[in-house]
């Protein structure tokens, strides 16, 4: 029993003692080749590892690895005792970063690993000079007032617009677009789209990111920034109907800031002309497409803004048709118009227009005179009709128009019109008919004019109206019945209104 416990003892004694040799032996690296240094021949490279004790080459060539530029390369092995040497499948290339790694789990024949992994750097660029990022802008924890800031990096040497784009990246994304100046050592970042208010972005730079030599930066960068906190709501500080002539003139809203209506009463803008447009001014530059999605007009044309899209303090609206005489419109202006930094305004503006602007009447018909006696130089006896004219007696007799037989005579047609207008004269020959219900009469038009009347007088009452005279040819029959003089629908100015109604003055015979 002695025995057997004093051979286990001697067991336990020599296993402690291979033990603690193991511990305090070392297996490591003890030369290599390249160096780490610059390289002009990469052809000439011969890469290699000398150990400190036999190696288990399996191990080793497992846990081996050549990268260049961060790509694995491919290659065979070749031993010569504690020897190991790396032959790649392809010649190593210029302007590259290699390093020769092998880890920690590499170990000797006695199944001891290396204290530590070996890592070996060279490099066959010309230019040892790495890229450095000089300046960033915005600044680390910059807050910027305006969402549509640009992002500008610096480097110490120029660099493409290929490698910003797979190296710089911003967190939460932003999508947008790289220039370069200063001869590609100033990249400049203009986003697409505003940074979003109240939001932090992160700028980051890959080490990966190179110059134009192929050089790559040394390490990560990162930055931080935000947009600043803009609270000043913008409102709209008036509006106004823009002239013509270039003048300005104010419209009064129905519902103003403290969002009380005239329901009563309601606040009306007059005199509205057919070529007059919308101006809005408001407090602050304002989002162009939110000032369309917000504008509205009831019971009249559509609007066209005029200005460019963008923000800007001062809009002007265009109407796609002329509003309609006499008609009467109201033009909405809702809340949530936006400025850059997202405030949106609160109030609505409601503006009632009444279309009734003195130059944009259109013209119209307001009666007729006929002369019962054409050819009495002392007495025409001329009667007047007004429109308003319901189934009148006209007195035709046949002492002076006698039946079957073409009398010389006139018309004189008496028109309504804008003020300083004249009625265009061929739109009345192109208008102007007589229509009997059984061939009462039937009247030739042969000439128009608008002066040196047969009948110097105005109608009374009607001195205001523009007179218009046709001469032509009146033939009388026996017949009884309807006549209707008529003014088609079309009727022009020489200001270019036009009315869309037609005229008839019905007579009896």
């Given at each position: 029993?002695?025995?057997?416990?004093?051979?286990?003892?001697?067991?336990?004694?020599?296993?402690?003692?291979?033990?603690?040799?193991?511990?305090?032996?070392?297996?490591?690296?003890?030369?290599?080749?390249?160096?780490?240094?610059?390289?002009?021949?990469?052809?000439?490279?011969?890469?290699?590892?000398?150990?400190?004790?036999?190696?288990?080459?399996?191990?080793?060539?497992?846990?081996?690895?050549?990268?260049?530029?961060?790509?694995?390369?491919?290659?065979?092995?070749?031993?010569?005792?504690?020897?190991?040497?790396?032959?790649?499948?392809?010649?190593?290339?210029?302007?590259?970063?290699?390093?020769?790694?092998l880890t920690s789990d590499a170990r000797n024949t006695e199944g001891l690993s290396l204290d530590e992994a070996f890592n070996c750097k060279f490099t066959t660029r010309a230019d040892s000079e790495r890229p450095v990022l000089v300046s960033c802008y915005p600044s680390m924890y910059a807050k910027l007032d305006n969402q549509r800031s640009e992002v500008r990096l610096e480097f110490s040497l120029p660099v493409?617009?290929?490698?910003?784009?797979?190296?710089?990246?911003?967190?939460?994304?932003?999508?947008g677009f790289w220039l370069l100046e200063d001869s590609g050592r100033t990249a400049v970042f203009t986003p697409a789209e505003p940074w979003t208010q109240n939001k932090y972005y992160e700028i980051k730079i890959n080490s990966s990111l190179t110059d134009n030599n192929g050089m790559n930066v040394r390490n990560d960068f990162t930055s931080n920034f935000s947009i600043g906190t803009d609270q000043e709501i913008?409102?709209?500080?008036?509006?106004?109907?823009?002239?013509?002539?270039?003048?300005?003139?104010?419209?009064?809203?129905?519902?103003?800031?403290?969002?009380?209506?005239?329901?009563?009463?309601?606040?009306?803008?007059?005199?509205?002309?057919?070529?007059?447009?919308?101006?809005?001014?408001?407090?602050?530059?304002?989002?162009?497409?939110?000032?369309?999605?917000?504008?509205?007009?009831?019971?009249?044309?559509?609007?066209?803004?005029?200005?460019?899209?963008?923000?800007?303090?001062?809009?002007?609206?265009?109407?796609?048709?002329?509003?309609?005489?006499?008609?009467?419109?109201?033009?909405?202006?809702?809340?949530?118009?936006?400025?850059?930094?997202?405030?949106?305004?609160?109030?609505?503006?409601?503006?009632?227009?009444?279309?009734?602007?003195?130059?944009?009447?259109?013209?119209?018909?307001?009666?007729?005179?006929?002369?019962?006696?054409?050819?009495?130089?002392?007495?025409?006896?001329?009667?007047?009709?007004?429109?308003?004219?319901?189934?009148?007696?006209?007195?035709?007799?046949?002492?002076?128009?006698?039946?079957?037989?073409?009398?010389?005579?006139?018309?004189?047609?008496?028109?309504?019109?804008?003020?300083?207008?004249?009625?265009?004269?061929?739109?009345?020959?192109?208008?102007?008919?007589?229509?009997?219900?059984?061939?009462?009469?039937?009247?030739?038009?042969?000439?128009?004019?608008?002066?040196?009347?047969?009948?110097?007088?105005?109608?009374?009452?009607?001195?205001?109206?523009?007179?218009?005279?046709?001469?032509?040819?009146?033939?009388?029959?026996?017949?009884?019945?309807?006549?209707?003089?008529?003014?088609?629908?079309?009727?022009?100015?020489?200001?270019?209104?036009?009315?869309?109604?037609?005229?008839?003055?019905?007579?009896?015979?």
């Amino acid at each position: 029993m002695k025995l057997v416990l004093y051979f286990l003892f001697l067991i336990s004694l020599i296993e402690f003692t291979s033990c603690d040799i193991l511990r305090f032996s070392q297996f490591e690296i003890v030369s290599w080749t390249p160096a780490e240094a610059y390289h002009s021949e990469p052809e000439n490279i011969f890469i290699s590892l000398t150990f400190s004790d036999n190696p288990h080459k399996a191990s080793v060539e497992r846990n081996f690895s050549l990268t260049g530029d961060g790509n694995r390369i491919r290659g065979k092995f070749l031993w010569e005792g504690k020897k190991i040497s790396f032959l790649p499948f392809l010649p190593l290339e210029k302007n590259t970063d290699y390093i020769i790694s092998l880890t920690s789990d590499a170990r000797n024949t006695e199944g001891l690993s290396l204290d530590e992994a070996f890592n070996c750097k060279f490099t066959t660029r010309a230019d040892s000079e790495r890229p450095v990022l000089v300046s960033c802008y915005p600044s680390m924890y910059a807050k910027l007032d305006n969402q549509r800031s640009e992002v500008r990096l610096e480097f110490s040497l120029p660099v493409s617009l290929k490698t910003l784009y797979e190296n710089v990246s911003f967190n939460p994304p932003a999508a947008g677009f790289w220039l370069l100046e200063d001869s590609g050592r100033t990249a400049v970042f203009t986003p697409a789209e505003p940074w979003t208010q109240n939001k932090y972005y992160e700028i980051k730079i890959n080490s990966s990111l190179t110059d134009n030599n192929g050089m790559n930066v040394r390490n990560d960068f990162t930055s931080n920034f935000s947009i600043g906190t803009d609270q000043e709501i913008p409102y709209l500080l008036y509006a106004q109907r823009l002239l013509k002539s270039g003048e300005l003139i104010d419209l009064f809203s129905d519902k103003g800031f403290s969002g009380i209506t005239h329901a009563e009463f309601p606040i009306e803008n007059h005199d509205w002309e057919k070529d007059d447009r919308l101006l809005l001014v408001f407090s602050k530059p304002v989002d162009s497409l939110s000032v369309k999605n917000y504008i509205s007009i009831e019971d009249g044309p559509g609007l066209v803004m005029e200005n460019s899209n963008g923000f800007k303090n001062e809009f002007v609206f265009k109407f796609d048709n002329k509003p309609v005489y006499g008609s009467r419109f109201t033009i909405r202006i809702k809340p949530g118009i936006k400025d850059s930094a997202e405030n949106e305004t609160k109030d609505e503006y409601i503006y009632k227009i009444f279309a009734n602007g003195k130059y944009s009447k259109p013209p119209e018909l307001a009666g007729i005179r006929i002369p019962m006696s054409p050819n009495n130089e002392s007495n025409f006896n001329a009667i007047f009709f007004p429109l308003d004219t319901v189934f009148g007696i006209i007195p035709i007799s046949d002492e002076h128009y006698p039946s079957g037989e073409s009398v010389k005579t006139w018309i004189e047609l008496y028109f309504y019109a804008a003020e300083g207008a004249s009625v265009d004269l061929f739109s009345v020959m192109e208008l102007f008919r007589t229509d009997t219900s059984n061939n009462v009469i039937t009247f030739s038009p042969r000439q128009i004019k608008i002066d040196n009347f047969k009948i110097t007088e105005h109608e009374n009452g009607f001195e205001d109206c523009i007179r218009v005279e046709i001469i032509g040819n009146l033939t009388n029959s026996t017949n009884y019945g309807l006549i209707n003089f008529q003014i088609a629908n079309g009727l022009k100015d020489n200001l270019g209104n036009k009315n869309e109604n037609s005229f008839t003055i019905s007579l009896v015979k």
